[in-house]
């Protein structure tokens, strides 16, 4: 092979991707409110950017600090959520301190509670009353219907199937199924 045929590889995605978490720290924001809004503006981000955006971001690493967006916008505790992106308290005590991202496995499990809620998001946009919505709380009955055993999941909790990528597509299945179902 002649080197002109040798090409050096395309960066992925756009932008840094680190800065798809940019959300306000600890400290930074306090308070139900805040997280809620931080919560939301990453279910945006997540609905919005492509397949390789989303790549990137997992792959530059989840920053601890989400643990307790996500707990404090779905009213959750840091253990439950913990226990849902399958990080141990030590492990996660451990990096948060270090000031370095979660285990891979956990940054995939985030990235997948993100895009349960982004589907949630805009399966309610699609076929709700815009005015009955203001009135659902979707992140507290997302964070109960995660830990929800259900008979399409095989008894399963949707959080159990955010493993890998078949469990969560299984779980966006079972949204898409339940479009007139959902909260009301």
Avoid: Y
């Avoid at 270090?98 to 891979?104: K, M, N, S």
Wanted: contains cysteine; charged residues 25%.
């Amino acid at each position: 092979m002649c080197a002109a045929a040798v090409r050096p590889r395309p960066a992925l995605g756009s932008g840094r991707p680190a800065d798809f978490w940019s959300v306000p720290a600890r400290g930074a924001a306090t308070g139900a409110k805040a997280s809620r809004r931080a919560f939301a503006d990453l279910v945006e981000r997540v609905r919005s950017s492509t397949g390789i955006v989303l790549f990137d971001a997992v792959e530059a690493g989840v920053p601890t600090h989400l643990v307790d967006v996500i707990a404090e916008a779905t009213g959750q505790s840091v253990s439950a959520v913990m226990d849902i992106i399958g990080v141990s308290p030590t492990t996660f005590r451990r990096k948060d301190e270090a000031g370095e991202v979660l285990p891979d496995v956990a940054g995939h499990r985030v990235m997948g509670l993100l895009r349960v809620a982004a589907t949630l998001r805009r399966l309610l946009e699609e076929s709700g009353d815009p005015a009955q919505l203001k009135d659902v709380d979707l992140d507290a009955w997302l964070a109960e219907w995660m830990r929800e055993p259900l008979p399409e999941l095989g008894n399963r909790t949707p959080a159990e199937l955010l493993r890998n990528p078949e469990g969560l597509r299984a779980v966006e299945q079972v949204l898409e199924r339940m479009r007139g179902g959902l909260p009301a």
